[in-house]
């Protein structure tokens, strides 16, 4: 029996072709989209899930009080290590890393490679493997260092490593000491070199080990089983107090704070945002609708292609068919259509993986030996659009009695059946416009934030990172800048601690000399050097730039005659401070603090506003543009600021950039970006997400018009005999393709009453995320609703025309 009825639904199948090819290709290309999409937010949503004992494991936050409110950094001060483990009970140990970019030399190869520098007991915290199996031991030894799988076979290819040399930063030999096996792609750090957390090395960095607001180590903590991590947070604002300097007689917990982050969401949580939530939900929603989209075309064209077989099952149940019998062929049709479906949503993803994982950088993919609950979700997922697909002509057209069913009207599809299959119609196109609209807003909103204007000039600039004197050398930086001078193809060089598009960021706190301490606020600090706004072409509002010979020299240099040092500051620094206009607050003195070790209280020095620059855009559209006050301090410069001639070979440029590196500074790996690049990279993810949602919404509309090209075949085939006599009576070509391509456009047109209600909540909560950002215009709807309308009206009349053009003899002659 089962076989009989495996055979009738496959006869069946290729029966209807056209309708049968549509449902198979609509719903193949739902489930890849859906299987694509699920593998991108299980990627993102299963990070640092390896570590043992990860549910005991937090990294600590560090947040601080600015004029605009409230900052958070994925990092926190390395002075809180200790003050943790002796302070909190519930804190079993707590342990350090510092990462940063350093050349590593091996014999006569040089390396700019990141290297990890942490304390002690990491290893007892995270336990992680060697490669030989065994975990790794405490870190001891100051001389040693481990490798990664990966690194150590980048610096020494086959060779065993263990015991070679390597010189980093060219200041100091380390031996290698162990190698440890690659760390899983899912996971927010990475351990490729690791030294051991030396504080002494560090004393010329003073942010590193002596400043309690530095936020630039990350720190973490492993908690005693079944301690609550809320009830320890509790414990951190008494601990600030007790160990944070205090500000002017205001406590350290109001202007500071320290958080937990388990480990397993510091990829989605961290204050890094190096994972997107709003992506994950968003794509989510996608795949759900896609496959909704799928489903009813399914639905949809499964119950038209049934209403044709009316007097099949007449027939069959006059020669005694039982109603069951008849259920169960048209659920056994439904789902084997479904399950080659599936079969072909797998073949489309394992073609389009590797372009996939290629574009959204990130290694995904399916392991068919591993990964058996979610080939069973995606088998369940399939069964069930099949089953939904074959439930209403299953029990709808099996309750009908034989003469019932063998009257024609039933097969017409008119009366309910009908308008359920046009308000699916509607809900599909709804989702598709809603998916459009989303998609051009995403396209207007990067183009708005890609190409307005800084506040600089962005053009012809390469950054040269790391040129920190402790790091090249003290002088080597001036000399370095005089040498590039010399070269003929570059017009200026300005060096600075932060440069547009970078991370880095400095804070200190502040205040108006004529006002009380409750003024005192937290603002970003830039240290450049005089060259920097003439650098980037940056016009002052008032006042006058920094000038060589007078407001240069070390940090405490460039005084004038009352021991005031000269500061230039934004507009929005200029009304933290609570100065109307650039004109007023010129030639004000404010102070910045500067805080000592333990409780030594805070130190102010005094400052004289010379200029005001406009705000510029550091970094992306996202993030409000911050505070800043610009100082000329050479012991902070990190990155050095080339800006180039127009039409300059760049290829070129750099090689003799690297020559003239390599002379100054021998035995330091070069490391350099172009400016347009770094900026362009804070909208890389918007950037893909909006490629991305244009794919989807693509497919969106691709299996919505199929469903709709089925629709009007099977319609315009019930159809035949009214259109011929139609034709007969006097009615054009146009008149017939008229009446079927409003009779299929009605529905798209009341999809944009359900569409542009939930695409302006939608494209508002998008927008919302940037600070700065373009208005919501009607015209995107509009747009997206004519193109939805178009693409449904040429899906129409392929099938209406073609009708229409037939002979009405040729009609009439239909059954």
Known sequence: MFKNYLITAYRNIIRFKLSSLINIIGLALGLASCILIFLYVY????????????ENIYLVQYSSYTSGGWRDFQNSPGTYRDPLQTDIPEVQAAARMYSMPNS????????????????????????????NGALVPPLKDQGAVLLSESQAEKFFGSKNPVGEILTINARRDYRVAGVIKDMPRKSHMSLDIVVLFVPQYFEDQPWVMQQWTSAT????????????????????????????????????????RL??????????????KAGNMTLVVGFSAISVLILVIAGINFTNLSTARSLKRAREIGLRKVMGAQRSEIIFQFLMEAILTALIALILAFALVEIFIPFYREFIDRHVGINYSEDGIFLLYTVFASLIIGVCGGLYPAFILSAYKPSQALK???????????????????????????????????????????????????DNKIILHNIWQGRIGEGKSDSLKAALLRNPDIISITRSFEVPGSNDSMSRDFRRKDKDFMSIMNLAEAAVDVDFFRTFQIELLAGRQFQSGRDEGQQSAGQDQRGHRPAILNETAIRSMGFKTPETALGQVFGSATNGGGNSGTVWSENIIIGVVPDLHYRSFHENIRPMVYFVNPFSFNEMVVHFKQGVDREKLTRDIEKTWEMIVPGVKLRFNYLDEMLAM??????????????FSALAIIIASLGLYGLIAINVEQRTREIGIR????????????????????????????AWPLAFYFTRDYLNGFQYRIDIHPGYFLVASLLALLIACITVSWHAIKMATDKPIKALRYE
């Not at 490679?113 to 990491?122: L, S």
């Not at 958080?259 to 890094?272: R, V």
């Not at 699916?424 to 207007?444: E, G, K, R």
């Not at 804070?682 to 794919?695: N, W």
Request: glycine fraction near 6%.
């Open 727 to 754: 034709k007969i009576v006097g009615a054009s070509v146009f008149d017939i393709v008229k009446l079927l391509v409003w009779q299929f456009s009605r529905p798209v047109v009341l999809a944009n009453v359900v």
């Open 43 to 54: 990627y993102e949503l299963t990070f640092d899930r390896f570590f043992p004992n990860r």
């Open 104 to 131: 590593v030399k091996i014999a006569d190869r040089t390396f700019s490679e990141p290297v990890r520098y942490v304390d002690q007991n990491f290893f007892e915290i995270f336990k992680l493997p060697m490669l």
């Open 259 to 272: 958080s937990l982050l388990n480990i397993s969401d510091i990829h989605m949580k961290g204050a890094n």
């Open 408 to 458: 024609k009207d039933i097969a017409s599809g008119r009366g309910l059946s009908g308008k359920v299959r046009s308000a699916l119609v509607v809900f599909q196109f709804s989702i598709s416009i809603v998916l459009m609209i989303c998609t051009a807003i995403v396209y207007a909103q990067l183009d708005f934030a890609e190409n307005s204007d800084n506040g600089f000039n962005k």
């Open 217 to 256: 180590l990350s720190t973490y903590v492993q908690l005693d089983a079944g301690a609550d991590p809320i009830g320890v947070e509790r414990a951190f604002p008494a601990l600030i107090d007790k160990y944070q300097p205090p500000f002017e007689g205001r406590k350290a917990s109001e202007n500071s």
């Open 682 to 695: 804070h909208y890389q993810t918007d950037r893909k997400s909006g490629e991305l949602f244009f794919i």
